[in-house]
């Protein structure tokens, strides 16, 4: 069943992505993100998407997401975003992927409890993990540790 979910969101992962550029840049609290081209914006949303059923997967405080997520942090931190823009857009983007679950229906019947449970733990851990690299990928390019 998680598979199921994990498929669901790589299936829906264009129309997902661009959802997800209009909340970001739309929300008072992400304002930096409108700085951002549109398409870079989608592309980058659209990634995170087509890759996020092999991150739920694997371990997150390894490999891919470390390296992704404090990447990120430098990145917008150059660009001029400010910490609470980031950790804003990460909560709003983990708060769409559980919404886009709950909305398709994959947990309906009763049965499909523990998989959503499971999900949902693979998912805050994912989330915990790329708030705290970004945030450390933030204050490295500050020259803090």
């Given at each position: 069943m998680l598979e199921k979910m994990i498929e669901m969101i790589e299936k829906n992962s264009e129309s997902m992505a661009e959802d997800l550029k209009e909340k970001l840049l739309s929300d008072p609290d992400t304002k930096s993100f409108q700085t951002l081209d549109d398409k870079v914006l989608y592309e980058d949303i659209h990634a995170f998407y087509s890759r996020l059923g092999y991150w739920l997967l694997r371990d997150p405080e390894m490999g891919d997401v470390k390296s992704y997520y404090t990447e990120i942090g430098k990145r917008r931190r150059m660009e001029g975003f400010s910490i609470t823009e980031l950790v804003r857009s990460?909560?709003?983007?983990?708060?769409?992927?559980?919404?886009?679950?709950?909305?398709?229906?994959?947990?309906?019947?009763?049965?499909?409890?523990?998989?959503g449970i499971d999900f949902i733990t693979y998912l805050n851990r994912f989330f915990d993990f790329a708030i705290y690299y970004t945030t450390l990928g933030y204050y490295k390019s500050l020259g803090v540790s």
């Open positions: 990460l909560i709003l983007t983990k708060k769409h992927v559980w919404d886009a679950v709950l909305e398709k229906g994959i947990m309906d019947a009763p049965v499909e409890l523990n998989s």
